[in-house]
């Protein structure tokens, strides 16, 4: 299976497009989809040769783009972030490309005196991992929240609060069985009496 699925995938990348001012999700959320199903390595292969050099180009024309906004980078930066599963987040070479791409933000800043006096809205959050997330107009992707709950009203699936656990943390019904809770923009499925990081597409799947 692996023969055939790996080179159609690896195709499906080579035509994805970044593109911060309109970016369409679906070819990268097919290549998640197979996650849990494809090695680690081989989908790991396929960011490094068709994903990452992509969106870092990107990423280092929008920073030398003399009106960009470093707000608004920090967020996509935080919404690409968010689009990995905790597992993959995991991979050393993952977390090296997002360091990358955070020293090249730090250095844009830090020669950018102006935005340096700003807010620390840019400022970075530690990298962190999730899985699945959407895009406003702009391209930036926004809180997980907000985008399960569009795709469940989209898709005619009960989406509601309904409790708190011990935590204090907010409980969703999902669906008519599934209950879910939303923390850090990481979503966790309750199997059991534990739960269990997932991402979007695989809770809508």
């Known amino acids: 299976m692996f023969k055939n699925i790996i080179p159609k995938l690896s195709s499906l990348m080579h035509t994805f497009v970044v593109d911060p001012s309109n970016q369409d999700l679906q070819g990268f959320n097919n290549l998640l989809s197979w996650q849990n199903l494809l090695p ?21 024309m929008w ?18 972030n968010a689009m990995f599963p905790p597992t993959l987040m995991e991979n050393p070479f993952i977390v090296d490309r997002f360091n990358a791409a955070r020293d090249m933000m730090s250095r844009a800043i830090s020669d950018n005196p102006q935005q340096n006096n700003q807010d620390d809205h840019h400022q970075l959050s ?3 991992g999730l899985g699945g997330a959407a895009v406003t107009g702009s391209g930036i992707p926004r809180n997980i929240k907000d ?9 005619g699936i009960l989406f509601l609060p ?13 669906g008519e069985k ?11 499925r309750k199997i059991g009496d534990s ?10 799947s």
């Open 40 to 60: 680690e390595q081989s989908l790991v292969t396929i960011l490094d040769k068709y994903f990452f050099p992509k969106w870092l180009r990107a990423l280092s």
């Open 63 to 80: 920073l030398n783009n003399g009106n960009a906004d470093f707000g608004e980078i920090a967020d996509w930066y935080e919404g690409w």
């Open 126 to 128: 530690p990298i962190r």
């Open 147 to 155: 985008i399960v709950q569009e795709k469940a009203e989209k898709s």
């Open 162 to 174: 309904i409790a708190r656990n011990t935590d204090g943390q907010a409980l969703y019904q999902f």
């Open 178 to 188: 599934a209950i879910i809770s939303i923390k850090k923009d990481v979503i966790f």
């Open 195 to 204: 739960y269990v990081p997932i991402s979007v597409g695989e809770l809508f």
